[in-house]
């Protein structure tokens, strides 16, 4: 019964090559985080999407970027990996961009290495 | 910049007794907390939430305080269970924007 599904689990890529991680919700929620998580450290927001309007954090590298086709699908592709990029990827989704009353709902993540 | 933050990185407590787990944020503007609790392997997962115009909420076993003239959040667990081990994250919230901001967290072990 896995609301926010994130695919793969585990990514491993060359330093440079393209990849692409993949996120889907049954929740119908509007709005779809991504998060990037280091080792021992607090997630961070790379961007968001509430509905097909996309929200960058100032922060975020050029070398992410994200889709988001329909209302269930979200992908963030890292153009360029470097090593400073293996992290967890957290997706995450909620009803509105008001979260006093839709927190945020988590997936597993996908953890990537980069060789 | 503005960051939510942890005092204590770890925590070690006996199985049974009762944790305690702080946060300080800095952004007085913030009008909503969250708790998470993130198994390894696993995403954050909602605990408990507490808005700005309250200072106390309980659910199972949980209960957060929040004390605005000083900033500070905490978590508290009564008898805690091995199942409790895990990393805990507070995250604060403006009414405005969605952007959740996450402290640095901390991990809970339970001895059993």
């Known amino acids: 019964d896995a609301m926010v599904i994130q695919n793969p689990r585990y990514q491993v890529t060359q330093f440079g090559k393209p990849v692409t991680l993949s996120c889907s919700q049954t929740l119908n929620h509007n709005v779809m985080y991504w998060y990037q998580q280091k080792s021992s450290q607090a997630p961070k927001l790379l961007f968001h999407y509430y509905d097909k309007d996309f929200n960058n954090e100032a922060d975020t590298p050029d070398n992410f970027q994200s889709r988001r086709p329909n209302t269930s699908f979200c992908f963030l592709d890292i153009r360029s990996p470097g090593l400073g990029d293996a992290a967890m990827y957290l997706c995450a989704t909620s009803s509105t961009r008001e979260l006093l009353n839709s927190p945020l709902h988590f997936g597993n993540g996908t953890r990537l290495t980069v060789t | ?112």
């Open chain 2, 1 to 112: 910049g503005e960051s939510v933050g942890l005092h204590l990185p770890t925590l070690s407590v006996q199985e049974g007794d009762n944790s305690i787990i702080n946060c300080a944020y800095s952004n007085s503007a913030s009008d909503y907390f969250i708790w998470y609790k993130q198994e390894s392997g696993k995403g954050p997962q909602f605990i408990i939430d507490i808005r700005s115009n309250m200072d106390k909420r309980q659910g199972q076993r949980v209960t957060v305080l929040l004390n605005k003239t000083v900033k500070h959040l905490s978590l508290q667990i009564a008898a805690t269970q091995p199942g409790d081990s895990a990393v805990y994250f507070c995250a604060e919230n403006k009414y405005q924007g969605g952007k959740l901001i996450f402290g640095q967290g901390t991990e809970l072990s339970v001895k059993p």
